[in-house]
């Protein structure tokens, strides 16, 4: 399915059975403009395969492909280089727009991720083709609900503004699950937060929530396990201090 519909669009393709034989075919990566890799495949998995990629040419293009997307796996990938996500089962058209957006953006080498890069992970990666970037937050005097503003950049090239809604009972259930009132990162936490679930909804959905506006109205299974994340990469650094 992947080979014909990039053919269709015009993309030369080549694939490979495993991950021995993708290396092979890549060699020192000079004929190859975009690598499509799955996590899961017979033999090597993607991310050995990405490694043994980064050392060869680093400033390939790579989009993972996997039926996942947690935060300790955009960590590791970004530890080998800037790596756009696809989330399968995925349609034709969403295939052909990650592709066309991953080709339209540079490459970014990194040498060291600092621990607390687990609070910017999904603003550095494209997800289905979307990637975003914060514009503003606003709290809400009467309220004190958060709202943040992201600039989101379509598969097609276009960016629309959505913003994400975090009301203050949600940011208890937060702290209550976490044990602990104030969180790492401080307000960083919390703007990190709605990234954390505008990404989810971009991972789920391959498209733009409605109206624009996301509300997070619960601290979802996927929000705990990016909270486990982040409580275990700070407790890691606390200990390192």
Known sequence: MIRLALEFAGYQVETAA??????????????????????????????????????RAAATRLVLITAYGTIDMALDAMKNGAVDFLRKPFTADTLRQAVHAALGRAVVQSAAIPADVVLDAFTRTTINGYNFNLLSTHIDDRTHDRTA??????????????????????MELVKAY?????????????????????????????????????AINDLTPGLQRWLDAILTV???HADQA
């Open 18 to 55: 495993d991950g021995n034989e993708g290396l092979a075919k890549f060699g020192d990566g000079s004929g190859w403009d975009l690598v499509l890799l799955d996590q899961r495949m017979p033999g090597k998995s993607g991310s050995d395969v990405q490694s043994e990629i980064r050392q």
């Open 234 to 236: 700070d407790s890691s």
């Open 149 to 170: 503003h992201f600039e989101v950049a379509r598969p097609d090239g276009l960016t629309e503004e959505v913003a994400v809604n975090l009301p203050p009972f949600v």
């Open 178 to 214: 976490a044990d602990c009132e104030r969180m790492p990162g401080d307000d960083r936490f919390w703007v990190a937060l709605t990234e954390e679930a505008l990404a989810n909804f971009l991972w789920q959905n391959a498209e733009l929530p409605p109206s624009n506006m996301l």
